[in-house]
């Protein structure tokens, strides 16, 4: 996958390089206030060095676009001509699916990172690439005949799974059991807009990164928990780390037990092995199906001063395990934020110093010193927005390349 992050182009650029530092500048300009929220012009001026008049006319060129526009500033009681402020235009949208065991949501996102619609369509089964093309398909469709509906630039895919960044194939969905689905391709004819897919985790962490708890973060370790195991996502250097085909991250199936259970990549004690969410619900007396009450039972479990031992024990173990699979990224990668999802944020939420401690004992003098693990921001909606951000990673790095706003 391309990661979109344009970087200032200087100020004054001019003659043969013009063009591309125009670009470039009006790319900076909107992903400022595509990530950060809005600014005024003044605060534009100061974050990019550009002039007060460059970023006028960069502001006035986002709004023909329609990819911003501007408006009095909120709340304003400034004395004198108070500073217009730049908006990112959320009538410029993109669709996000993401396909999973039993379901596949489709979501609206619109420029700035706001949900604007989202569709969950439960499957009486494990969906079938071609059935999450026809249905993601249907609803695409759907949302485009609705009035007042925004221009829409592309579909972004977040895949349980090994997906290749190139062309946006499933080389291999084990949950989903899919092998070698050209899933960009086939939603591409479907719908006839942009498609481009990525692993799931991979997106968690852009999301994270971009809007999240890794906000302002170069180097970020992304592992979230969920009904279908661990999944990671690695940002080194301000990149998404993708490895040679798109692949990196797998944190998942790393080792963490060399004496552990069999897992279904084929290999032995592996990390989504040895720390699963459905211990934790069998501790709590949940059912499978009652995942979203473990955030609350865990918690109130833990608002006790002796949390009940059975549960203990599990908790405790899994921290453990989750420690040694940080030790070793800490090791490897030196991030410096771990962002935990799902039931991994849990654990931490219950556990933090005993996670800190398991992770900080081994981990080696250095690389352990300045990292900090702390829980996602995003909640239900870090897929949607990831998934987007990947659609809209083309005219993040060129505005002008977007098709005329809708009349
Ligand atoms: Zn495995």
Known sequence: MTEARPTPAGTGASGGAGDS????????????????????????????????????????????????????????NAIGRPSPTVHADAST????????????????????????????????????????VDISAAIVHDIRSRPGAPRIVGVGVAVPGLTRAEDGMVTYAPHLEWNDEPIAQLLREATGFPVRAANDASLGANAEKVFGAGRGADNILYLNGGASGIGGGVISGGALLTGAAGYAGELGHTLVSSGGALCHCGANGCLETEVSRAPLLDALGLAPGESERLEDELGAAYASDAPPAALARVVDAQVGFLGIALRNAVNLLNPGVIVLGGFLGLLHAVAPVALDRAMRGQAMRGPRDDVRIERARLGRDILMVGAAELAFADILANPRAVAPPVP
């Open 93 to 132: 949208a993109a669709i996000a699916i993401n396909p999973e065991i039993d379901a596949i949501t489709v979501g609206l996102v619109g420029l700035g990172g706001g949900m604007l619609h989202r569709v969950r369509h439960e499957t009486p089964a494990i969906p079938s690439a071609r059935e999450v």
């Open 21 to 76: 530092a125009r670009r470039s500048n009006l790319a900076t300009v909107l992903s400022l206030v595509h990530h950060d929220g809005p600014h005024s012009r003044a605060e534009l001026t100061r974050a990019t060095g550009l002039n007060r008049s460059t970023i006028a006319t960069l502001a006035t060129q986002l709004a023909e676009l329609g990819l911003a526009y501007e408006a009095a500033p909120m709340g304003s």
